[in-house]
């Protein structure tokens, strides 16, 4: 039976780094379609429907807790809106690979966030953690390099740095909530809700979206919606629930990895060194950070990992 979980667990881990990592670049197409608020709204209104679908075939559809509705709020408001919308907007003005580069700087900002408001110990492995992933971030904005004088390079940027930020303070609720029910429970709430806010306010802000409604942008636009979205938020739960922490949050790095290649490939961006010192810099530096002994004993860090 224990291996048999772990087999799941596993089959788990690959779903959603594919899912995710194939939806960085997915994103950057759509974007080239759709406004940042629309393209966010309806990969949120098709989730909901994959993800009540797929509770229903597990037969555990239920109503989010009276205890949970903070942490469910927190993560709607941070991560499915804040963090989606700053990181689409930054992805329409930055290269794909650099943008997940930058996204996933999150789990840097947990560690002393985490010593300041939770009083989790700053360990010598997470300080080394975090200077090793600051060093890649440094690298990608090399005074040298960085194009100091492109607003729109430098506000995508930010906006993408910002998304992290947001993710990361709902990364620390999450461990810092007691759960009634499990983040299973409350990820198609989370989506539904996602949607309620932002489609009046796309409706009401923008016109609505002249789409040449092609086979391929509906496919793409249905990737970003289930696979993207309700597989893979289906799937992390399914591997934080199989697996070690450790071994999920590790697994996780492997995102940037396939957006970073997909985006070469597929996109044509180029694979820079800089990029390629990033990349092994920032993941790196997470990778010392959540193996240390004490973070790879709780499975609150990788309930809250994401895409």
């Not at 990364?171 to 810092?176: C, D, F, K, M, Q």
Request: charged residues 10%; positive net charge.
């Amino acid at each position: 039976m224990a291996s048999s979980s772990r087999r799941q667990g596993l089959l788990a881990l690959v779903t959603v780094v594919l899912a995710w990592g194939f939806a960085w670049p997915v994103n950057k197409v759509v974007l080239a379609t759709l406004s940042p608020l629309w393209a966010v709204t309806l990969r949120s209104a098709i989730a909901p429907v994959a993800l009540f679908a797929l509770q229903a075939m597990s037969g555990r559809v239920a109503r989010p807790p009276r205890g949970d509705l903070p942490v469910l709020i927190s993560i709607t408001l941070l991560h499915m809106i804040g963090f989606n919308l700053l990181a689409s907007w930054g992805l329409g003005l930055v290269p794909t690979g650099r943008t997940v580069v930058l996204a996933y700087t999150t789990p840097l900002w947990v560690t002393p966030a985490s010593a300041l408001l939770l009083g989790e110990p700053l360990t010598r492995r997470r300080v080394i953690g975090v200077l090793v992933g600051l060093a890649g971030l440094v690298s990608l904005f090399n005074p040298l390099t960085f194009d100091w004088s492109d607003r729109t390079v430098v506000l995508g940027n930010l906006a993408v740095l910002l998304a992290a930020l947001l993710w990361a303070a709902s990364i620390v609720h999450i461990r810092a909530h007691r759960w009634v029910s499990t983040p299973f429970v409350l990820i198609p709430w989370e989506t539904l809700l996602t949607t309620l806010i932002l489609a009046p306010i796309a409706m009401a802000t923008s016109p609505l979206p002249r789409v040449d409604w092609t086979p391929t942008f509906v496919g793409l636009l249905l990737y970003l919606g289930i696979p993207g979205t309700a597989v893979a938020y289906w799937a992390v739960a399914m591997a934080s629930r199989h697996l070690p922490a450790v071994t999920t949050s590790l697994g996780l790095l492997g995102t940037p990895v396939v957006t970073v290649i997909t985006a070469t490939l597929w996109l044509g961006e180029p694979l820079t060194v800089t990029l390629m010192m990033a990349i092994a810099l920032v993941l790196g530096g997470v990778a010392i950070g959540v193996t240390s002994a004490r973070t790879a004993v709780s499975g609150r860090g990788a309930r809250a990992a994401g895409e």
